[in-house]
């Protein structure tokens, strides 16, 4: 089993930048390619990022894509979001889950942390 805890998240304003994290413990995510979603207010979840496992392969959502970076440290099992440039469209809970390479399995995910971004 793995449990993944998100942080990082508060109130921005606009034009500023945020950095999330998510920690992963019960075991290594070799296996896992790891996901950023997102949910604002009466809206349905989104994908926002992903990374492989190398780090070397990153995917963005086309409205964070030049915003938005995602990385992640293996030695530490966390992944990261760097997100400059916000606006109030990012303001949403931002999710962490790690989908099984090579399927469409998401098995894990975090409880999420809050992000508002004012105008």
């Known amino acids: 089993q793995v449990q993944l805890v998100e942080s990082g998240g508060g109130l921005v304003q606009a034009g500023g930048s945020l950095r999330l994290s998510c920690a992963a413990s019960?075991?290594?995510?070799?296996?896992?390619?790891m996901n950023w979603f997102r949910q604002a207010p009466g809206k349905e979840r989104e994908f926002v990022a992903a990374?492989?496992?190398?780090?070397?392969?990153?995917d963005y959502a086309e409205s964070v894509k030049g915003r938005f970076t995602m990385s992640r440290d293996n030695a530490k099992n966390m992944v990261f979001l760097q997100m400059n440039s916000l606006k109030s469209e990012d303001t949403a809970v931002y999710y962490c889950?790690?989908?099984?390479?090579?399927?469409?399995?998401?098995?894990?995910w975090g409880q999420g942390t809050q992000v508002f971004v004012s105008s």
């Open positions: 990374i492989s496992w190398s780090g070397v392969i990153t």
């Open positions: 889950a790690a989908r099984r390479t090579g399927t469409d399995l998401y098995p894990f």
């Open positions: 019960g075991r290594t995510l070799s296996n896992y390619v």
